[in-house]
């Protein structure tokens, strides 16, 4: 797979409240059918998310190489949240892209990050 379409939006607790993090933590039904919004949205074409106690994470290949509305994605994420609350996930999301992307899923799945 070519990685330069591989995207990761992070929230974690090392930029907001751990409540705020609970706010993207979903039940299995809840976050299919938001991988189905992201499809259905034009935004990824793949998708899967990593929930921990102190992290959510959304990991998706994109369409195509434009840079990614991090405001849409959460928005298809979680549509049930506020204005505010949007704003504010989205300027505390960090974004990795393509080999960036990798080496930061590296770090998650062996607990260096």
């Excluded at 070519?2 to 993090?21: G, K, M, N, P």
């Excluded at 959304?58 to 990614?68: I, K, N, Q, T």
Aim: aromatic content about 6%.
């Amino acid at each position: 797979m070519e990685t330069a379409l591989l995207r990761v939006v992070a929230i974690t607790h090392q930029r907001v409240t751990l409540d705020t993090v609970g706010r993207f933590h979903s039940d299995p039904a809840s976050m299919r059918a938001a991988g189905l919004r992201l499809l259905d949205n034009g935004l990824a074409s793949e998708c899967f998310f990593i929930t921990t106690c102190n992290r959510a994470e959304l990991v998706f290949v994109a369409v195509d190489e434009r840079p990614s509305i991090i405001r849409d994605v959460l928005c298809a994420w979680k549509p049930d949240l506020g204005k505010e609350q949007l704003e504010s996930a989205a300027r505390a999301a960090v974004v990795y892209e393509g080999d960036e992307a990798v080496r930061h899923l590296m770090s998650v799945a062996s607990s260096l990050e």
